[in-house]
């Protein structure tokens, strides 16, 4: 059915129906975050319509890879709903082609959304939030503006008898330059026996180098010095690892990524947990596809209310909250990644050919 004349057909009007809402969706993405972008950035300095336009532009993957998922959803019904409402899919039924085999190449429209979602998009939105992600840091760093990160970096780090501890408002150059950063020196028994508040830290080979820096003394007056030196014996893969954002991260590199960070002693559970959530992209789509057929086919051909359609729209809205809300379960480690990840496309899928089964095959 697929590679016949009315799969091929089926197939074409899918994918430009894809397009469009692709299309649409991103117009309307880059509209709403250029707007926020200019309201939150423009009183920085090096911030330019261009520079913000450009930043917007490379942040709109990212938020379209997230939205993929639903408008699957709404591709397939209204591609189905508008062949319903042409009499097309009921001349398909007089021909004698049952629902699975024309659904078929809906179903592979479908999955290769998910592949390029996976190969492509995915891979433009970790360099774009990379590079949005600096441009920004500079921006603030430039008027003196810094902002606390999400993953605000708190390293302990033991080099001969010298114990530490880091912290930092927000970093640059994945996690080897710090901002705004605060150590503390410890002593054999576990006091504190200096604090140092710095502008900047820079990981250099075997120290840390502070920039602008005020030191704390127990009974002694602050001091403060131009530069100072922390020894450590962290390395520079260390710290990318153990700071390395998900998104940013592209499906080819993830795997090398897990690795790497195992190899470490670092936790891996919000990669694996990415690493499996992009794999299953493809299945998930498929799965959307397969609701949106649930609802779609069955008001065409008894005349229901809009409510069918409505029950539909909420059916893949619950799905792709639950896998939002387990994905963050597999990320913090509550759920194995595999798990957390798997078992709702799964039942989803399952579910949806059930009830499929049961509309058309009794």
Do not use: C
């Not at 429209?109 to 998009?121: D, E, N, V, Y």
């Not at 913090?332 to 989803?348: R, T």
């Amino acid at each position: 059915m697929i590679f016949s004349t009315l799969g091929r057909y089926f197939f074409r009007r899918y994918i430009a129906t894809a397009l469009w809402f692709l299309l649409g969706v991103s117009a309307i993405i880059f509209l709403a975050d250029f707007s926020e972008t200019s309201r939150r950035m423009s009183g920085f300095v090096g911030y330019t319509v261009y520079s913000g336009l450009l930043m917007t532009a490379m942040r709109v993957p990212l938020i379209l890879q997230q939205t993929i998922p639903t408008l699957s959803l709404f591709i397939g019904m209204t591609v189905l709903i508008a062949l319903n409402r042409r009499y097309e899919l009921v001349v398909t039924r007089a021909a004698g082609i049952s629902v699975w085999q024309f659904i078929a190449p809906f179903i592979a429209g479908a999955f290769l959304i998910g592949l390029a979602t996976l190969l492509i998009i995915n891979p433009l939105a970790a360099w774009g939030q990379r590079e949005s992600i600096s441009m920004e840091a500079s921006w603030r760093e430039a008027s003196n503006r810094s902002r606390a990160s999400k993953f605000v970096p708190w390293i302990r780090q033991i080099s001969g008898d010298e114990d530490t501890i880091i912290g930092a408002k927000s970093y640059q150059e994945e996690g080897t330059f710090l901002i705004d950063v605060v150590v503390f020196h410890f002593d054999k028994d576990g006091r504190v026996i200096m604090r140092q508040d710095a502008k900047t830290a820079k990981l250099e080979n075997g120290y840390w180098l502070l920039n602008d820096v005020l030191e704390n003394r127990p009974g002694e007056i602050p001091a403060r010095r131009e530069t100072a030196q922390v020894r450590t014996n962290l390395r520079q893969e260390y710290i990318q690892e153990s700071l390395a954002q998900p998104e940013t991260v592209a499906f080819f590199d993830l795997s090398r990524k897990i690795e790497v960070s195992k190899s470490f002693g670092i936790s891996t559970k919000a990669l694996e947990t990415q690493y499996h959530s992009l794999l299953s992209m493809p299945i998930l789509l498929m799965a959307m596809t397969l609701i949106a057929a649930t609802v779609s086919l069955k008001f065409s051909r008894f005349a229901q209310s809009r409510s069918m359609i409505l029950g539909g729209i909420v059916s893949g809205f619950v799905l792709y909250v639950v896998t939002v809300l387990v994905k963050a379960f597999g990320s913090s480690g509550a759920i194995p990644p595999f798990v957390a990840v798997w078992v709702p496309v799964i039942v989803a899928t399952a579910l949806g050919m059930t009830i499929l089964l049961h509309q058309e095959d009794g």
